[in-house]
């Protein structure tokens, strides 16, 4: 099949209505399958050093209830209305130029998410070939990387055919997923009985409770507002928010959350695991189960990676200079590059530092939301100018100062500022009222705040076309874009 024509999900462009051919089940099809992949596994093992199975239960579903809740309030509404991506939709609160602030976020954090994929796949056909005896197990890292190699290749063989391809690469994965994970949570309770699972100790608590309680909650907040780059990107291809909001809800939150237990209970029943599954699904299945494990652990990689490589190439699309000298075809390699470049020369040490990474994700997309839900609902009232958001001239009424909205930058400084003053997201090192708040909820209210008050004066020098009437042409504009 040829690369996709410009329009139609493969260009960073609105979709109009017609062009929005995704139901219901294709987004929830295409998210679960997205959201199962490894890093659940990998987040619930993490948990699993604070809290034990009860306790990391509720505090994950807790967590993730509340990350997905600013999530689809941000881009939910205004992405399926508009047919917009994450990264066009920002222009709105960052400006005509000032959004190619969060387009590096978006591609930053979805190369760090792709490669965290493909070095877990590289891992498991590592894992498999050694299980068979098909190369010794100290054959070196020449394995895992030529299994990552073919992935990515694997990965821009599907992506390079845009949308309809991404859709359909997702109908049986995550269902198989689900299914392994089924049979891992059997095999877990088989191996140490629901007693000896709910009796198992997380391996490095802190001494403080409230800690260990509230660090569970906020690895799931995290994980769902790093939902962000990956969202707009997908519920733009459905037709209105009403039938996008549950396959969002259902095909996101639920799945991360199901997956994350297994990783949690993983996790502490085999404490050197650290919910990788890598380590764990041959140690509680056994040489056969571990390969077929394994094996759908590839699968589900190559899944997720294709939506995060579409979202990334999608937002680069958005780059005018991008969209007029390259094709669909070369933007997909242009954004698997970044991911090849972590996963050849910094496999280990990104691996190891995920919780940082995934810390690092809620400090700089929770104030986002913030400000995005403030802009969006309160300040726009609903209502933006698909032309100006996608023109050009200092008339446009996004273009703010030289293109850059000086309260949006503001509000996410201070968004970020709150957060690292409850938690260092490179140590987790904990301060003030930390163990009651979380970081990421205070960082997305701080925002949300300080970008509601910031507009103020941008509104009372006529910037931002804020006012009634130009509301009234915003919905025109979307009008004549039916």
């Given amino acids: 099949m040829s ?32 959201s199962v992949a490894t890093w659940c596994f990998i987040i ?59 387009a590096v ?38 394995v895992a990387t030529l ?9 821009w063989s599907i992506a390079r055919k845009g949308p309809d391809a991404v859709r359909d690469s997702q109908k049986w994965i995550a269902a198989g997923v689900l299914l392994l994970s089924g049979v891992v949570m059997a095999l877990l309770v088989q191996k140490v009985g629901v007693s000896g699972l709910l009796d198992a100790k997380p391996s490095a608590p802190s001494p403080d409770k409230a800690f260990n309680v509230m660090t569970g909650v906020e690895l ?36 991360v959350a199901m997956v994350s237990l297994i990783g949690l209970y993983a996790g502490l029943v085999v404490p050197a695991s650290g919910g990788d599954p890598t380590v764990f699904l041959t140690e509680v299945g056994g040489l056969l189960f571990g390969v077929i494990g394994l094996s759908f652990i590839i699968l589900a990689n190559i899944g997720s990676t294709v939506v995060g490589v579409y979202a990334m190439t999608v937002s680069l699309r958005n780059v005018p200079a991008v969209a007029r000298r390259t094709s669909w075809n070369t933007t997909t390699i242009l954004s698997l590059l970044p991911v090849v470049f972590v996963m050849v020369f910094l496999a280990d040490e990104f691996f190891e530092n ?76 904990s301060h003030a009222f930390y163990s009651y708040t979380s970081a990421t909820v205070p960082s997305v209210l701080v925002a949300g705040a300080v970008y509601w008050l910031a507009s103020q004066a941008v509104i009372a020098r006529g910037k931002g076309g804020y006012s009634r009437a130009a509301r009234t042409r915003a919905r025109s504009s979307a009008s004549s874009m039916g």
């Fill in 147 to 155: 299994a990552m190699l073919l992935g990515a290749l694997v990965v």
């Fill in 354 to 429: 995920f919780p940082s990474f995934l810390a690092m994700c809620a400090l700089i997309f929770g104030p986002i939301c913030g400000v995005q839900i403030v802009d969006y609902f309160i300040l726009r009232r609903q209502q933006l100018d698909l032309t100006d958001l996608y023109g050009a001239g200092s008339d446009n009424k996004y273009n703010f100062w030289a293109g850059f909205n000086p309260a949006g930058f503001v509000a996410i400084a201070a968004g970020v500022a709150a957060y690292l003053a409850l938690l260092n997201p490179l140590t987790y090192e």
């Fill in 44 to 102: 619930g093992g993490t948990v699993s050093y604070y809290l034990g199975a009860v306790a990391g239960s509720f505090a994950m579903m807790a967590g993730v209830l509340i990350g997905m809740l600013f999530i689809i309030l941000a881009l939910v509404p205004a992405s399926t209305k508009y047919g917009l991506d994450s990264t066009s939709a920002s222009k709105a609160f960052l400006g005509t130029r000032g959004w190619g602030f969060s």
């Fill in 105 to 142: 976020l978006l591609f930053v954090s979805l190369a760090g998410w792709n490669a965290l994929l493909l070095i877990v796949l590289g891992r498991a056909a590592d894992a498999i070939l050694v299980a068979a005896g098909v190369v010794p197990k100290d054959s070196g890292a020449w």
């Fill in 220 to 255: 799931l907040i995290a994980s769902a507002v790093g939902w962000w780059p990956y969202v707009g990107g997908m519920v733009r291809l459905v037709p209105s928010a009403r039938r996008a909001l549950w396959p969002s809800i259902l095909g996101l939150g639920v799945p």
């Fill in 3 to 34: 690369a996709p024509k410009a329009g139609g999900g493969s260009d960073g462009v609105p979709l109009l209505l017609s062009e929005r051919r995704w139901t219901g089940l294709d987004l929830l099809a295409s998210s679960a399958s997205t």
